[in-house]
């Protein structure tokens, strides 16, 4: 676990060490943050989980994944966005499969770079173990066969007030003010990050605001799923929040502002004064349109509502229901790619294993959009 005392590979963490058939080890650069880590999760669980300090980047990682006998890696160590595949190319020198939680689009649907240096290793290097695109296609596979055409999918994300790491923050940032390519009727629409801000009301939730975010699906949906328009949208459970995104989005697109990170490090700090106003809510909504199997118009909104501020077990936990599939048998088809269609829905909340705080509902109309 490489990441493993940070905001999204604590959680992860937390649920691997004590699943039978798991022996974790994780990673970090920090040894005193490590060290802390170890403790928590060996109290936690009445194991001894193992960990190495030191660069995942660096070249030894490759002799150190020999030398702990690794069979799976995931990198949870974001962010993302500018980050070289270097972690991704130690496993597969190591014969050692890997998956990420990046939700970065050109890192993930980059990843097939290493597609047949993957497929010679006798290895599976799957990006986007996540929210996106990992959950978001396993919901739409799971109600696909309803459809015998699909044409717009419209899917987004609402976190609570509780501020995620401030790498995350940095990720979702660097896009802020940019153009991103969506598709609408078919041509490439091009809107700017975390610009737009809309309305939505969601169940359990009330109106909740959100704006235009890249993702991994924008790329991946319409070769999937034939769609031909496609378009995503978060944002914060404040919307004080929403407004700020959008206000630095306005200053980073007029030049006004030209250090996304420095800004991202100071809305952070400011999103932790205001975490206490928050709801503790988050949902994953995806709407989709088409045409059923009786040829009549057909549209199903799924929600996955998270309660109590456990918003990040929903991104956290797709690594685990793939570590846990893993554990039990299930060997990943070698290469490199996207990681969709590899675990489904059922597994996936297997997983989470907490109905109290987190749950999906679908619904289906038969009703013209």
């Known amino acids: 676990m490489i990441g493993g005392y940070g905001n999204f590979g604590s959680i992860v963490c937390q649920h ?10 994780i990673s970090g ?61 130690h496993c597969i020198d190591a014969g050692v499969n890997y998956c990420d939680l990046s939700d970065c689009r050109t890192f993930v649907n980059g990843i097939a770079v290493l597609d047949d240096r993957a497929k010679r290793a006798g290895v599976a290097i799957l990006s986007g173990c996540s929210s996106v695109p990992t959950l978001s296609s396993a919901i739409i596979d799971e109600q696909r066969h309803r459809f015998k055409r699909i044409d717009s999918i419209e ?26 390519r969506q598709l609408k009727n078919g041509q490439v629409h091009e809107v700017i990050g975390w610009q737009d801000l809309t309305l939505r009301k969601m169940p359990h939730l009330g109106h909740r605001l959100l704006a235009n975010v890249d993702v991994p699906d924008m790329d991946i949906f319409a070769g999937r799923y034939g769609a031909h328009t496609l378009s995503f949208k978060a944002g914060s459970g404040l919307k004080l929040g929403g407004v700020a995104n959008c206000l630095l989005a306005q200053a980073l697109k007029m030049g006004i502002v030209r250090d996304h990170a420095a800004w991202a490090a100071r809305l952070h700090r400011w999103g932790l004064w205001f975490e206490r106003l928050g709801d503790g809510k ?28 456990k918003g990040p077990q929903i991104p956290s936990c797709a690594a ?6 893993i554990a039990q048998g299930f060997t990943p088809a070698t290469g490199a790619r996207p990681c969709v269609g590899e675990i489904s829905v059922d597994e996936y909340m297997a997983a989470i294993n907490d109905p109290q705080n987190l749950s999906l509902s679908v619904h289906f109309s038969d009703e013209p959009h």
């Open 155 to 180: 899917h987004g994300i609402s976190s609570s007030a509780k501020m995620p790491g401030l790498s995350t923050v940095e990720g979702v940032f660097a896009y802020a003010g940019k153009p991103i």
């Open 320 to 325: 685990v229901a793939l570590a846990a599939k």
């Open 282 to 309: 988050s949902a994953m909504y995806i709407d989709v349109h088409g045409i059923g199997a009786q040829d009549q118009p057909l549209s199903m909104t799924a929600q996955l509502t998270a309660r109590n501020d």
């Open 29 to 89: 650069r920090d040894p005193r943050k490590l060290q802390r880590k170890v403790d928590e999760l060996n109290a936690l669980s009445g194991s001894t989980c193992e960990s190495w300090c030191g660069d995942a980047m660096g070249t030894a990682f490759t002799a150190v994944l020999r030398s702990l006998n690794i069979q799976l890696v995931v990198h949870t160590g974001g962010p993302f966005q500018g980050q070289s595949y270097a972690v991704a190319e």
């Open 16 to 25: 691997l060490v004590v699943m039978p058939g798991i022996d974790l080890v």
